[in-house]
């Protein structure tokens, strides 16, 4: 198999160390980027991926081509790719805010398959939006690949601002929300060392308790939670603050840049 990385930051790299974590060899995997990016060597050094800026020898006899880019690039890339893209290759787009419609239109009418994963894919934990053009076959295999770095959920392509809002950015929102209950911590009389491992220790065992159990996240919730206690004192001061008022106008602004983004 050959998989080519159009884009190495953030997202991308996640993805294809999250591939060689679970046993994807790295020779498999190209990755280009600009003339003089030393991610390009750095990325060779240390996993042993093969980078190349020369696009003809990146695309011969290519099985999947990943369009990591900003969206606002993508038309450079598409000079880049289109007169060396076999009609065999599949392509993979992780790009917000860039319909199938779009990459076919330019790219051949080539199979094509939208994803949305998030930073988790480097722990092989993501949660991956996946949507298919139409002329797509052996989705198996696709769906197979992408699961090396986490959980697929098939969606349609009208919902991909949505789950980019939900769990494309959601950790960001995650650890933004980690990040101020360490500072309360502090605030609280730990130093600083100490709310870092507090919080970090208190979100692992938390996600575990969720991972290990079919209940729902209200019962968890409520199991810890005496009328008239500490827990329920400090729930009424979310509540009282309208915490809920506050996860949905942050959703809302994610998804709305998402639909703008689709409009550009």
């Known amino acids: 198999m050959k998989i080519v990385f159009y884009g190495i930051g953030n997202m991308a790299s996640a993805i294809f160390k999250g591939m060689i ?8 995997i190209f990755v280009t980027s600009i003339p003089g990016d030393p991610l390009l060597e750095l ?5 042993g991926v093969m980078p190349s800026l020369n696009d003809a020898e990146l695309l011969k006899n290519a099985d999947y081509v990943v369009f990591a880019t900003k969206p606002q690039d993508f038309e450079s890339v598409v000079e880049r790719v289109k007169a060396n893209l076999e009609d065999k290759t599949k392509l993979i787009s992780i790009m917000a805010g860039t319909t199938i419609e779009t990459i076919q239109s330019k790219l051949n009418g080539n199979e094509t398959v939208r994803i ?33 770095f986490g959980t697929n959920v098939l969606i349609e392509e009208s919902e991909f601002n949505r789950i980019t809002a939900a769990t494309g950015s959601g950790p960001a929102f995650l650890y ?10 502090v605030n609280l009389g730990f130093s600083k060392e100490q709310a870092d491992v507090l919080t970090r220790e208190l ?7 969720m991972k290990n159990t079919d209940l729902p996240l209200s019962t968890l919730r ?6 008239k206690g500490t827990t329920d004192a400090g729930l009424k001061s ?4 309208d915490i809920e008022k506050i996860f949905d106008q942050t959703l809302e602004a994610a998804k ?9």
């Open 256 to 264: 709305t840049r998402g639909e703008e983004l689709s409009k550009d």
């Open 238 to 241: 979310l509540h009282k603050h």
């Open 222 to 227: 409520e199991n810890i939670t005496s009328k």
């Open 43 to 47: 990325f060779k050094e240390e996993l």
């Open 21 to 28: 974590n679970e046993g994807v060899k790295p020779e498999e």
């Open 203 to 209: 979100v692992i065992g938390t996600a575990e308790m």
């Open 176 to 185: 933004y929300l980690y990040e101020k209950y360490a500072d309360s911590l």
């Open 116 to 148: 949305m994963p998030n930073t988790n894919a480097v722990v092989q934990k993501a949660v991956n939006g996946v949507a298919f053009s139409e002329n797509f076959t052996n989705k198996e295999e696709l769906l197979k690949l992408i699961e090396t």
